[in-house]
Structures are given as structure tokens and as C-alpha cells.
């Protein structure tokens, strides 16, 4: 299959989109997201924490679930674990929620694993992606939304992404209406150092170096795709951003498979990957290296931003000006797509996403670039 037949990234709409938003001057959520804020939630949750591992790194992923449930319940949300077994030993997805207060049935779901592999810390996987969710978590639960918001933590990605299949079975048996689910998958790598951001041979990258964050989405996932890709550009500008569209629920694209969004492409929900490309680019990856004095806490910050003006973006949107968020009234119901699952690839082979990241790349970073310039020349008019 060629890459034209399986891809599509619609970045014309997008920016049209970017540019009516910056026009309209539409409220995003602050930058209030801090380096530090990350680097303490990976301090306390790095280490060895595996769910079918020994005795200390079972405990050691204990010890994580009771961080991040105390941490979610501090900051006022109502938190529920729903136990997950596999392999004769059983951890909780762990659900913190803000429940809205017009349309409490529609949830959006931001979500990361907190187990690692035995080999390593698991600082920038999955660490990483903890604090990014646990920080949107507090710099949104002092807000009121219309709809609904869970911020979840995964266990046994690392064995199958089982937390995320039952979660999304779940949603699906039930008939949940999910708005959008957005899951952070490694966040705090990048490197500048020329070859460190891997390619395959021969094809020029769209970008000098492993400094952008890479949104992938299914067909399906376009909108969410196209509006993550507008929030960013407006709340965090200068944060470099390749949004990738793949076709059907990626099944011709394994890598693009290989975490916790993949149950719900595969049971029809909207849903986004936002990783710095693990071991396309982190040489940690999967290795006892894989620590805290690696990590660019202020990328990962800005990422964790981009998210949350994204969640604020999505449940505030009233596009019909009845005085009721849209969300309420249109919502992506799951459970009308059935996929066979593609099993994942932990290749450190280039198998072919990002070739088709690299394809579009340079277009869809001159659309992002595009978006910020109209947003610093409004900044201008407005002084």
C-alpha cells in the first residue's frame, strides 16, 4: 500500500480553522503549566515498576497507583479505581473526575500509563506522561465545564495496553458518549545533536532536530486532530508540532498502534497519541537510563499546556451561540467501529509512520508556523 493511499493530514482546513479562532480572539487557558510542576511528579514516580514484574517493582507500581490517587483526590476531583487483571496480579485504571454540570454523561478522557518496563526507571515512559496529565488535572479541576472530564492512569500498557482495552470495552458496552480522549505517551524528550531524531535513509527531515511533538490520530479522530492542532498553535506557539492523520484505525502503521489510544480508535471514539516518538529519538528508551536528568521539563510543560487549552477548547466551543457548549449537543458515540487488533511493533526499526510524518511534516509545520505568526501580529494590534 503506498503512503498516499493510507494517509491523509488535511492541514489547509486546519489552518483556515487556526486563522477564523485567532480572528474570533477565542480564550484559551494560560500557560500555568511549570517545568518544576512536571519534574516533582516524575521524581516520585520513577523507578522499576512493572505489573507482572518481581515483588519490589510490583510494589514500586503500588506505591505509584496511591501517588497518583492522592494527587488526583487532592485536587478536588472524585476519584474511582476500577480494578484490571492480568496474569494473576490486578492494578486499577484510576479515574479522576470532574464532572460537569449541563451535560454530565459526555466525558472527555485524558489519559497516560504508569507502568514501565523491569529494565528501567520509565522516566520519560511513562513518567512523563503521568505528570503531563496529573498537571492538566490540577490546572483544571478549579474550572466548570459543561461536560465531563476523566483523567485517568493506565497499568499494563507495557503488557498489551490492557488497562486502556478494558476501559474502552467498557465505554463502548455501555454506550458512554466520549468527547474526545487524548493520551500523553512519552512527553520530555528532545535532542538537538544532528541523526539523534531517526528517519528512514534517504529522506530528509522535516525538522533539524527531535525538538517537535508529534499528535497522531485516525480517520475517524480528524476533528480532534485539527483542533488540538489549533490550540496549541494559539496557547503555546512556539511549542513545534507535527499533527499525523493515518487511515482507518492504523492497522497499515503498527508504531502508530503502540499505546493506550488504540482501544478506542478500535471501538470508534476520537481519540489522539501525543508522544515525543519514543525510541525514534530517545535513546533511553526501554533502558535503565531512562531518567529524570534526561528530560526537557520545559517541552514537556508546553506540551501539558497545549493539552489542556485543548480540553478547554473542546468543551467551551459554542459555535451556535445558544448559550450551550457544543459539546453538549454533538458528541462522538463509540462503539460503532470494530477493528481487528494489529499486534504492536517494539521495533527499533523505522516501519514507516514516521516516513509519513516526514512527508507532510514541513507543510504542517509551516501551517503551525503560519497560525503563530497571526497570532503575534494580533498581539501586536492589540498593544
Not at 475517524?220 to 488540538?228: D, E, I, K, Q, V
Request: proline share 6%.
Amino acid at each position: 500500500m503506498s503512503v498516499r493511499a493510507f494517509l491523509r493530514l488535511s492541514l489547509l482546513p486546519s489552518l483556515l480553522l487556526a486563522i477564523g479562532f485567532l480572528a474570533k480572539g477565542d480564550g484559551f487557558t494560560q500557560s500555568l503549566i511549570a517545568p518544576d510542576d512536571i519534574g516533582n511528579h516524575i521524581a516520585e514516580i520513577q523507578g522499576p515498576r512493572l505489573g507482572t514484574g518481581n515483588e519490589a517493582q510490583r510494589a514500586k507500581l503500588d506505591d505509584v497507583a496511591g501517588y497518583i490517587h492522592d494527587q488526583l483526590a487532592g485536587d478536588g476531583l472524585t476519584v474511582s479505581e476500577g480494578p484490571v487483571t492480568y496474569s494473576g496480579y490486578t492494578f486499577p485504571n484510576i479515574v479522576g473526575t470532574l464532572r460537569g454540570t449541563r451535560c454530565p454523561e459526555t466525558t472527555f478522557i485524558v489519559g497516560a500509563h504508569y507502568d514501565s518496563v523491569a529494565a528501567g526507571p520509565g522516566a520519560d515512559d511513562n513518567a512523563s506522561g503521568v505528570a503531563g496529565m496529573l498537571e492538566v488535572a490540577r490546572l483544571l479541576s478549579g474550572r466548570s465545564f459543561d461536560a465531563s472530564i476523566d483523567f485517568v492512569a493506565f497499568p499494563f500498557e507495557e503488557n498489551g495496553l490492557i488497562g486502556s482495552s478494558r476501559m474502552a470495552g467498557d465505554a463502548r458496552d455501555a454506550d458512554r458518549e466520549l468527547a474526545g480522549v487524548l493520551v500523553l505517551e512519552m512527553i520530555g524528550y528532545t535532542c538537538d545533536e544532528p541523526g539523534c531524531q531517526r528517519y528512514p535513509e534517504g529522506v530528509p527531515p522535516p525538522r533539524p532536530a527531535g525538538d517537535f511533538i508529534l499528535v497522531v490520530g485516525n480517520t475517524a479522530s480528524a476533528p480532534l486532530l485539527n483542533r488540538f492542532s489549533v490550540a496549541a498553535a494559539s496557547a503555546v506557539p512556539s511549542l513545534p508540532l507535527i499533527p499525523l492523520e493515518v487511515a482507518g484505525n492504523g492497522e497499515a502503521l503498527p508504531d502508530v498502534r503502540r499505546s493506550d489510544h488504540a482501544p478506542f480508535w478500535d471501538t470508534g471514539y476520537q481519540a489522539l497519541m501525543i508522544s515525543d516518538t519514543a525510541n525514534f529519538r530517545n535513546p533511553n528508551y526501554h533502558k535503565a537510563s531512562d531518567s529524570l536528568d534526561t528530560l526537557d521539563l520545559a517541552f514537556a510543560a508546553d506540551v501539558a499546556n497545549a493539552v489542556a487549552a485543548t480540553i478547554e477548547q473542546r468543551l467551551t466551543a459554542d459555535e451556535d451561540g445558544n448559550g450551550l457548549a457544543d459539546v453538549c449537543g454533538s458528541n462522538a458515540i463509540g462503539g460503532t467501529v470494530e477493528s481487528p487488533r494489529t499486534e504492536s511493533s517494539d521495533s527499533d526499526d523505522a516501519n514507516g509512520w514516521l516516513l509519513s510524518a516526514v512527508l507532510v511534516g514541513a507543510v504542517a509545520m509551516a501551517a503551525a508556523v503560519g497560525g503563530a505568526s497571526l497570532l503575534a501580529i494580533r498581539r501586536r494590534a492589540r498593544s
